[in-house]
Each structure stands twice: as structure tokens, then as C-alpha cells.
């Protein structure tokens, strides 16, 4: 495998890899190489669903989302981010699938709603459109060190609450009441707003699933989060990145916000694939992997 450097904060491109492959022999180097460059892309991939799913199982085990009439119907671990119906129509700018996914367009990171937050997401584009829906990855490693050491030491005594039933709450429209079942199954969890890397690295952790600061007021320590995330979302820590089809992407979560850029949703087909690997206690710092 040979890796070529995307932008200068983060992010490469994985040559000469075929996802297709048994990777049973190189699990680890990749995941040596996710820790390293934080977003790995491999391009010109061809996949079947199951090839898909085999591929992402080498980064650990994979999570279910929490809203089951979003799993795929056979591999319940692959998430279909797609604006396409059944019938092959495409969904109203209103409906709330495409609400979901115009919700996508914040800064975030995925699963920080869980108690033990994930390790990456895995995206695999089927379907692009011929304009616009780009995604941005900025990296948290940079905005923490680009802090000065009194605003480090400030923002490493805080905690935040991230909570599913808040994110959801702040999508631009309405979507599917989920039940009381499923709403227990994903409480608020506090997770400290700087978090220690396995590297020993140190990397802020914020995004749209944070509703407050832990023991601040709601509503100022709500547009502080907003306001911080604006400022460690600087342009020179954003790699931005313009889908192929057959591009495979994977991303550390713990170490970047992401958001969707916008495309017409009810004119142009865009269809990903999505896996979330799990992530994983560690004894690095007071914080979970």
C-alpha cells in the first residue's frame, strides 16, 4: 500500500488497493494508518453490499444505528445514506429522509451520543451527483494545537452533553417520532471536551450532538459550543472532498468534525453506503476511544 498526502492538515489517498481483497493480513497496518492521517480514501472501488460490509469489519466491530427503518434490509450494520425512495422517485426537500440528511450539513461527529463514542465511519459512493454535496473533514488535532496553552488548560476542565433526542431536535424540519423504546436506548452521556488520542495526542471534541456544557447554564454554554465550533472549523483545517463514484472513505471520528455541503436533494441522486465501526475503552487520559 502506498499513501499520498490529500490536503496538508489531514487525510490520504490509499494506492494500489483493491477493497474487494482479503485484508486479514493488514487490518492493523490500516488502522496505523487511520490513526496517523485521520482519513484514508480509496478510489475506483467496485462493491457488492456484503463486499462492503467485509471490507469495514477489518476496522473492529461495526454499530447499529439507533433508528432501524434506516438499516439495510439484509445487513442491518450498513446505513443507506440515500435520497432515492423505493420506487426509485426522489425524496421531497421536506420529507424526512431528506430532512435527516440535509440535517447532515452541521458540524459533527458521529455516535459522540454514545456512551463509548465510535472509531470511524466508513462511506461508500454509489451515487454522485453532478454538482454540489461534498463533504468537509476538519481536523481537531490542529484546532487544539493552534490553542494557547491558557485556552488548553481552560477547555481541558470542561465537559459536554451530547445528546441523540437534542441533534435531532435541530434538524431543519420534521422527522420520523422516534418511540420511547428508542429514545432510552440512546441517553445523554457526558464526554470531556478535550479528549487524549491513543497516540497520546490531544484533540478537541465538540460537533452538532452536543447540547451544553456539563454544569454550565443551558443556553450560553449552547452558543459558546456553536461559537468554538466556528472558530476551530478555520479553512486551513478542512480538507473538503469532491465524491467519485467508487470512492470508499473512511474517517477517525474521534479526531474530526464533518458535514455534507449542499446539493439539490429533490433534484439529483446521491446514494452512499455507511458503516460505523465501534469504538472502544482505553486507560490514555480520563476519556473513551
Same mark, same amino acid.
Given at each position: 500500500?502506498?499513501f499520498?498526502?490529500?490536503?496538508? !492538515?489531514?487525510?490520504?489517498?490509499?494506492e494500489?488497493?483493491?477493497?474487494?481483497?482479503?485484508?486479514?493480513d493488514?487490518?492493523?497496518?490500516?488502522? =496505523?494508518?487511520?490513526?496517523? #492521517?485521520?482519513?484514508?480514501?480509496?478510489?475506483?472501488?467496485?462493491?457488492?453490499?456484503?463486499? /462492503?460490509?467485509? /471490507?469495514?469489519?477489518?476496522?473492529?466491530? *461495526?454499530?447499529?444505528?439507533?433508528?432501524?427503518?434506516k438499516?439495510?434490509?439484509?445487513?442491518?450494520?450498513?446505513?443507506?445514506?440515500?435520497?432515492?425512495?423505493?420506487?426509485?422517485?426522489l425524496?421531497?426537500?421536506d420529507?424526512?429522509?431528506a430532512?435527516f440528511?440535509?440535517?447532515?450539513?452541521? #458540524?459533527?461527529?458521529?455516535?459522540? /451520543?454514545?456512551?463509548?463514542?465510535?472509531?470511524? =465511519?466508513?462511506?461508500y459512493?454509489?451515487?454522485?451527483?453532478?454538482?454540489?454535496?461534498?463533504?468537509?473533514?476538519?481536523?481537531?488535532?490542529?484546532?487544539?494545537?493552534?490553542l494557547?496553552?491558557?485556552?488548553?488548560?481552560?477547555?481541558? @476542565?470542561?465537559?459536554?452533553?451530547?445528546?441523540?433526542?437534542?441533534?435531532?431536535? @435541530?434538524?431543519?424540519?420534521?422527522?420520523?417520532?422516534?418511540?420511547?423504546?428508542?429514545?432510552?436506548?440512546?441517553?445523554?452521556?457526558?464526554?470531556?471536551?478535550v479528549?487524549?488520542?491513543?497516540?497520546?495526542?490531544a484533540?478537541?471534541?465538540?460537533?452538532?450532538?452536543? !447540547?451544553?456544557?456539563?454544569?454550565?447554564d443551558?443556553?450560553?454554554?449552547?452558543?459558546?459550543?456553536?461559537? #468554538?465550533?466556528?472558530q476551530?472549523?478555520?479553512?486551513?483545517?478542512?480538507?473538503?472532498h469532491q #465524491?467519485?463514484?467508487?470512492?470508499? *472513505?473512511?474517517w477517525?471520528?474521534?479526531? @474530526?468534525l464533518?458535514?455534507?455541503?449542499g446539493?439539490?436533494?429533490d433534484?439529483y441522486?446521491?446514494?452512499?453506503?455507511?458503516?460505523?465501526?465501534?469504538?472502544y475503552?482505553?486507560?490514555?487520559?480520563?476519556?473513551s !476511544?
Amino acid at each position: 500500500m502506498k499513501f499520498s498526502p490529500l490536503h496538508p !492538515s489531514l487525510g490520504a489517498l490509499v494506492e494500489d488497493v483493491d477493497c474487494n481483497d482479503d485484508f486479514l493480513d493488514q487490518a492493523d497496518s490500516l488502522k =496505523t494508518a487511520l490513526a496517523k #492521517w485521520q482519513l484514508l480514501l480509496f478510489r475506483d472501488q467496485d462493491l457488492s453490499d456484503s463486499a /462492503f460490509l467485509e /471490507f469495514c469489519r477489518n476496522f473492529g466491530t *461495526l454499530e447499529l444505528l439507533p433508528e432501524p427503518e434506516k438499516r439495510h434490509p439484509e445487513f442491518p450494520e450498513i446505513f443507506n445514506l440515500s435520497n432515492v425512495k423505493p420506487d426509485g422517485s426522489l425524496t421531497h426537500h421536506d420529507d424526512p429522509q431528506a430532512v435527516f440528511l440535509r440535517g447532515t450539513s452541521r #458540524w459533527h461527529t458521529d455516535s459522540s /451520543f454514545r456512551t463509548i463514542p465510535c472509531l470511524a =465511519t466508513i462511506l461508500y459512493a454509489v451515487t454522485i451527483p453532478p454538482q454540489g454535496g461534498d463533504t468537509e473533514f476538519a481536523n481537531m488535532i490542529a484546532a487544539f494545537e493552534g490553542l494557547s496553552e491558557n485556552d488548553k488548560a481552560k477547555l481541558a @476542565t470542561l465537559k459536554a452533553v451530547h445528546s441523540y433526542a437534542y441533534s435531532r431536535s @435541530t434538524n431543519p424540519g420534521e422527522l420520523e417520532k422516534m418511540s420511547e423504546e428508542e429514545l432510552t436506548q440512546v441517553p445523554n452521556v457526558v464526554h470531556p471536551v478535550v479528549r487524549q488520542q491513543t497516540d497520546g495526542r490531544a484533540s478537541i471534541y465538540l460537533g452538532g450532538h452536543v !447540547s451544553h456544557l456539563d454544569g454550565h447554564d443551558v443556553v450560553a454554554s449552547r452558543a459558546q459550543v456553536r461559537d #468554538w465550533e466556528e472558530q476551530f472549523t478555520a479553512l486551513e483545517n478542512i480538507y473538503r472532498h469532491q #465524491w467519485r463514484q467508487g470512492d470508499v *472513505l473512511i474517517w477517525d471520528n474521534r479526531s @474530526t468534525l464533518h458535514r455534507l455541503t449542499g446539493y439539490e436533494i429533490d433534484k439529483y441522486a446521491r446514494v452512499m453506503r455507511r458503516c460505523t465501526v465501534a469504538g472502544y475503552e482505553h486507560v490514555v487520559g480520563s476519556s473513551s !476511544s
